[in-house]
């Protein structure tokens, strides 16, 4: 079974950066899209960006644009999420997910879900 494993959340005060990781161990990710999602406070998951199998991106929200960068290296098995000049409403729980498709698809059509990594975005 396929376990995305999420890593690099924690607290970090308004404007500052985090990087998240994405990995799964003993399954080779270089071949499928893999997609950032957030659930935050009181609010519904939704998707934030999106990398397909080579490299091409999709940007969800319009409120991370230009502030979260998504990438891969292949040869760690691991995808990234830069999150520059974080803001409060930043905060949530932040799953990464693989999708079966090597492109970026609909939102509902990822087929394997980490467990989430926490950030918090705070003074």
């Known amino acids: 079974q396929l376990q995305p494993v999420e890593s690099g959340g924690g607290l970090v005060q308004p404007g500052g950066s985090l990087r998240l990781s994405c990995t799964a161990s003993?399954?080779?990710?270089?071949?499928?899209?893999i997609g950032w999602f957030r659930r935050s406070p009181g609010k519904e998951r939704e998707g934030v960006l999106c990398?397909?199998?080579?490299?091409?991106?999709?940007t969800y929200p319009d409120s991370v644009k230009g502030r979260f960068i998504i990438s891969r290296d292949d040869d760690k098995n691991t995808v990234y999420l830069q999150m520059n000049n974080l803001k409060p409403e930043d905060t949530g729980v932040y799953y990464c997910?693989?999708?079966?498709?090597?492109?970026?698809?609909?939102?509902?059509?990822?087929?394997?879900w980490g467990q989430g990594t926490p950030v918090t975005v705070s003074s």
């Open positions: 990398i397909s199998s080579s490299g091409g991106t999709t």
């Open positions: 997910a693989v999708t079966w498709s090597s492109y970026c698809p609909g939102l509902d059509e990822y087929d394997y």
């Open positions: 003993g399954f080779s990710l270089d071949k499928f899209a």
